[in-house]
């Protein structure tokens, strides 16, 4: 079964960027589509983008448009999401999660990002 | 953009029937699933496909879809159900993944 394990917690300034890493175990990543959830404290679950098999394109929220890149390096198993131009709204646990067909699953562990100066 | 909007809370006594909305415009015309969160956990996958039960996932827990709204069921409602839950559905015309408001369960 797949499983995701996540990097560890980080505290940014306001304007910087953080990357955050999902290793891959029990399956390559060339045989799912990694997806990226956030969850900012207390609040809900929000979609920010992913690998589309069909196109071979990754496709992001549009709320993140130009600010989040989100790559894979298959020789390691490893998925990452890079947020750029971080701002207190985006404290926030980052998940990464694979898609099967329409629906997550398994999650990562979850990675909380603090923005704070 | 699409929008699936669940209420914020829902109280049941244990062992009753908790029962969980997500209503979304023509959501009955896509697949709903459904993910329970407990406390400093990830998401759980517990509904796919409107009404299938992943492997390790009780029997209690059940879904529905049609017209407008999507509904998780959890029959005989246990202390360890107690937690958020959120539906979750495929916009096929922005080819974005929409998370509902999510609701809180709580066994009384």
């Known amino acids: 079964q797949v499983q995701l394990v996540q990097s560890g917690a980080e505290v940014k300034k306001p304007g910087a960027s953080v990357k955050v890493s999902c290793k891959v175990s029990?399956?390559?990543?060339?045989?799912?589509?990694m997806h990226w959830v956030r969850q900012a404290p207390g609040r809900g679950l929000e979609w920010m983008g992913g690998f589309d098999p069909e196109d071979g394109e990754t496709m992001y929220a549009q709320k993140f448009q130009g600010r989040v890149t989100m790559t894979e390096d298959t020789s390691t198993d490893t998925a990452y999401m890079e947020l750029s131009s971080l701002r207190s709204e985006d404290t926030a646990v980052y998940y990464c999660?694979?898609?099967?067909?329409?629906?997550?699953?398994?999650w990562g562990q979850g990675t909380l990002v603090t923005v704070s100066s | 953009s699409y929008e699936l909007t669940q209420p914020p809370s829902v109280s049941v006594s244990p062992g009753q029937t908790a029962s969980i909305t997500c209503s979304g415009d023509?959501?009955?015309?896509?697949?709903a699933c459904w993910y329970q969160q407990k406390p400093g956990q990830s998401p759980v996958l517990v509904i796919f496909q409107d009404t299938k039960r992943p492997s390790g996932i009780p029997e209690r827990f059940s879904g529905s879809n049609s017209g407008n709204t999507a509904t998780l069921t959890i029959s005989g409602t246990q202390a360890m159900d107690e937690a958020d839950y959120y539906c979750q559905a495929w916009d096929s015309s922005t080819d974005n993944y929409v998370f509902g408001t999510g609701t809180k369960v709580t066994v009384l």
């Open positions: 029990g399956y390559t990543l060339t045989e799912l589509s």
């Open positions: 023509k959501l009955g015309d896509k697949y």
């Open positions: 999660t694979t898609v099967q067909d329409d629906w997550f699953d398994p």
